[in-house]
Every structure is written in structure tokens, then in C-alpha cells.
């Protein structure tokens, strides 16, 4: 009896503490939980707010240097800031002033705007800007540094000039870079483009660039100071937009732009051009069985041809392409040989004849087949000298001709005959190339050839194919580099000079 009271004495207990427990816990379950907002910064947690829209209203109204820097109406938080809603039980919250100092202390706060990404080769390019105005307009300026006055407006609105006799149409537009642009929330401690004029700069030089500035003396020309400089006419031009031409005449005491540009973009478009070349005359040659070896005359003056020449080719960042696609040609003016009488008779015994001075201005041929085109003449780039020409226009695998006779002095062979690529430094950038000593400590580079067809020492006459053209080494398109150096080229004491001055 006694054990049977103790059982049921453990069975009421134990009901009555389920009771308890569930009434408990009915009452939890009847009482709604608190709505909060963890808040995380970098992965780790801050605090626990009761708002987060309060939060988002502190930092915005909080941050007025921002948005005076900026000319923004809006701040908001760092873009690794993680508010996370929850339901609790617990009535504990963090002091707001005390999360945003947090948020202050560990990171930076961010503006609304525009990160643009330039794809470049294996590099990635990124630009912050408050908005797209700004980059589209530093994209123009841009564009038209390298463009004449109006060109640019004339394209985008189709309203280029038709070509009636000669003149030129760009086809084609682009960059050779992907360029993207998405509206993203960006930090104030990046640098973030607010200015136009500012971020041409930086497409146009690059970052931080040691900019230089030319005061204009009395004088002064575009001519002369892009020669002091370095510089071509149409660079000086290219930094110098409000300059519109060669022959604007400069203001005294007014100052240039005189620094070379480092492009962050290659602007990239496709002229079609209609022009009128110039053609080299052939040579003559009369053999006067009278007169001695040494007699040279000019009988006949050569007069050069005329030729109209439709021509396609790209131009990058100003710069022609070395290659050029003629698309057709027309003889406007046939060119006129020259003809020389150049003496046969030597002297018998041990002694000479009257010895004449031979002739040697206008007695050299011309080095590639027509219809040609010069695409780079002899000229300064950017702080480099080209120290030739390039004459493009005859084809792949035509022929090169030796302008006079000579000796061959080197031939380099190592390059495939199609080349192997822009930048290539294969024959020291020259590619294939040949040189002939024509005499007179005058020797002649003909470079970037497909293939050579002569060797050192061997004699060579004017109009002898020597090799074909082509564009091995550093070629942007099939074309011949021609040019002149008074001593044997790069070494001590020798220097280039302009081959047209023999035509």
C-alpha cells in the first residue's frame, strides 16, 4: 500500500511539470518575436539594430563633405556592408551612433556612379566616373584629338563629302579594345572622374604623366618647335586641339602642350582615299664610245609621272598603317625617262682622258613596282625619328629593285617570309632586310622583305631585283622601309637622311 502511494505520488509530479513546461512555453509561442538587423562589415559582425533604414538615413545625412566634393545628393554604406533581418526574442540592440562609428572607423563610405572596364590584351583597365556624360565626352575629345576639325560629326551624322576627283571617306570606327560601363556604388577613396577635361588627359597620356608646356616665342612655327620637341606636325597638332592646321599662326607668350602622349585606347578607322601620286621616272642609259669612263651628262631630264590612286588602309592613334590595299590606279601623266650618256672609252696605257664629274642627282631608280604609295615618310613620332620611308601598295612577294649600283655589304634571312608578327623584333625589327654600299660612303637599307635574292659581295646594277616585299619583323602591313645612311648604318658616325632628296 505504502509503494503504491509513492507511484502515484511520481506520476502527479510528473504531470504537473508537463503542465508547467507547456504552459510555459505556450506563452513564448503566443508572444511575437522582435524584428532586428544584424549588421556586418568585411564578414564580421558589428552590432544588431533595430532599423536599418535608420541606419542608411545616419550615414547619408552624416556625410555632407561627401557630397559637396562630389555634388552628390546621396551617400551610402561600403559596398561589403551586410544588414540581415532576424527575429529575436531578446529586447538587447546596439546604440546606431555606435554602429556607424564602427562603419566609419573600419571602411570608406560610396557614391552612386560608373565603373567603365577596358579590356586590353591580357590587362583590365578599370575607370570610376560620377556618370556617363563624362566618359562619353572625354571618349570624343579623345577621338577627335586624332581627327581633323569636324571630321568626327561629319561620320556620326552621315554627312561626309562625297569623293568626286580626289579626297577620302572613313568607312569604319572603332576601338581595338572591349570597353564596358555599369552603374555601380563606388568607394570615395578610389579615384572617381569628375571632370572631362581630366580624364581625356588620362586617356590620352596616362596616369600621372610629367606634363610639359612650351612658351611661343617670336618666331616660332608648329614646324619649329615640333622639331624641338621631337615631334611631328600632327602630333603637336593631336595635343593641341585648338590649334586647327599646320599654318595657324602662334600668339607670342601663349603656351603649347609639348607632351608626348601614352594612349590608354587605340582608336582604330578605315580611310578609303583617292589621291594623286607622284611617279618615278626610269633611267637611260646612252653609251658614248667617244667619251671616257668617267663622263656622265644628262641628256634628256627626267620629268615624274601622275597617278590617281585609290587606296584603302587603317589608321591608328594618327598613325597610318605601313601596309596600304590599292584598290585601282589611273596614269593621269606618264613619266618621262632620263636619259644620261655615260662614257665606254677607257684610257689606253698609262694615261687618261679629261675626267668629267659624274652626275648624280636624279641618276637613281626607283625601289618597288607601281602603283605605290608612301604611307610613312622621314619624319619625328613621339620622340622617335623614322628614318625612312615606307612605300606600300605593289602586293606581297612583288619586286625590289636596287636604286643604283653597288655592292651587297649585309643580308639577314631569318624571318618567315610572311613575318611573325607586330612587335617582332626578328633582324633587329627590320625584319629581312638588305644593305648595299651604292658608294660615295652612301649605303641603302631595304627592309622587311619577304625574301632576299642576293648575297654579301655580290655586285648589283640600278633596277636589279634584289628580294620581294613583304612584312617580317615589325610591320604593321606588307610594305618596304627604304632608306639612306651616310655611313654604314648604326654604326658610330653614320646618319639617315631623307630619301625622297634623291628623287
Not at 301 to 321: D, I, M, R, S, Y
Request: a negative charge; one cysteine or more.
Amino acid at each position: 500500500m505504502h509503494k503504491k502511494n509513492i507511484a502515484i505520488t511520481i506520476v502527479i509530479t510528473l504531470i504537473a511539470g508537463v503542465i508547467l513546461f507547456l504552459s510555459n512555453t505556450t506563452d513564448k509561442i503566443l508572444t511575437p518575436a522582435n524584428s532586428k538587423y544584424q549588421v556586418y562589415l568585411h564578414g564580421e559582425k558589428i552590432g544588431v539594430i533595430d532599423n536599418e533604414e535608420e541606419l542608411y538615413s545616419l550615414i547619408d545625412q552624416s556625410q555632407t563633405a561627401i557630397k559637396e566634393e562630389y555634388n552628390v545628393t546621396n551617400v551610402y554604406p561600403p559596398t561589403d556592408l551586410k544588414i540581415i533581418a532576424m527575429n529575436t526574442y531578446s529586447d538587447t540592440s546596439d546604440n546606431i551612433n555606435d554602429v556607424y562609428n564602427k562603419i566609419e572607423e573600419v571602411d570608406d563610405f560610396t557614391i552612386k556612379g560608373y565603373v567603365i572596364t577596358i579590356k586590353k590584351d591580357d590587362t583590365q583597365i578599370t575607370i570610376n566616373v560620377l556618370n556617363e556624360e563624362i566618359f562619353n565626352e572625354a571618349l570624343i575629345n579623345f577621338v577627335n584629338s586624332f581627327l581633323e576639325d569636324g571630321v568626327y560629326e561629319d561620320y556620326i551624322n552621315g554627312t561626309q563629302d562625297e569623293i568626286i576627283d580626289t579626297g577620302s571617306i572613313i568607312e569604319n570606327m572603332y576601338f581595338e579594345e572591349a570597353i564596358t560601363i555599369k552603374e555601380a556604388y563606388i568607394s570615395v577613396n578610389e579615384k572617381i572622374y569628375t571632370d572631362v577635361n581630366e580624364l581625356t588627359q588620362y586617356l590620352l597620356f596616362g596616369e600621372n604623366p610629367e606634363m610639359e608646356y612650351y612658351t611661343v616665342k617670336i618666331g616660332d612655327t608648329i614646324e619649329s618647335i615640333a622639331d624641338e620637341y621631337e615631334l611631328g606636325t600632327s602630333d603637336l597638332l593631336t595635343i593641341n586641339p585648338e590649334l586647327k592646321s599646320e599654318d595657324v599662326i602662334l600668339r607670342v607668350g601663349s603656351t603649347l602642350n609639348v607632351t608626348y602622349i601614352n594612349p590608354l585606347l587605340n582608336f582604330v578607322y578605315d580611310l578609303h582615299r583617292v589621291s594623286v601620286q607622284e611617279i618615278a621616272y626610269d633611267i637611260v642609259e646612252e653609251k658614248d664610245n667617244n667619251e671616257y669612263t668617267s663622263y656622265e651628262e644628262v641628256k634628256v631630264p627626267g620629268q615624274k609621272g601622275e597617278e590617281l590612286v585609290t587606296e584603302k588602309f587603317t589608321v591608328t592613334n594618327g598613325v597610318q598603317a605601313q601596309g596600304s590595299e590599292i584598290v585601282s590606279s589611273e596614269t593621269i601623266k606618264e613619266p618621262v625617262n632620263q636619259v644620261v650618256v655615260v662614257g665606254t672609252k677607257r684610257p689606253s696605257g698609262g694615261g687618261g682622258g679629261p675626267i668629267y664629274p659624274p652626275v648624280s642627282t636624279g641618276t637613281w631608280g626607283w625601289p618597288t613596282a607601281r602603283p605605290y604609295v608612301i604611307t610613312s615618310y622621314f619624319a619625328s613620332r613621339w620622340g622617335t625619328h623614322h628614318d625612312g620611308i615606307d612605300i606600300s601598295g605593289t602586293g606581297h612577294g612583288s619586286p625590289i629593285y636596287s636604286i643604283g649600283s653597288g655592292t651587297v655589304v649585309y643580308v639577314y634571312n631569318g624571318c618567315p617570309a610572311r613575318g611573325s608578327g607586330l612587335g617582332d623584333t626578328c633582324g633587329g625589327s627590320l625584319g629581312n632586310h638588305v644593305i648595299i654600299d651604292h658608294g660615295n660612303n652612301m649605303y641603302v637599307i631595304y627592309a622587311h622583305n619577304a625574301s632576299n635574292s642576293v648575297s654579301v659581295g655580290q655586285s648589283v646594277s640600278r633596277g636589279q631585283v634584289i628580294g620581294t616585299m613583304g612584312s617580317s619583323g615589325r610591320a604593321t602591313g606588307t610594305h618596304l622601309h627604304f632608306a639612306i645612311s651616310r655611313g654604314y648604318p648604326y654604326r658610330s658616325g653614320s646618319y639617315f637622311i631623307n630619301p625622297m632628296g634623291l628623287y
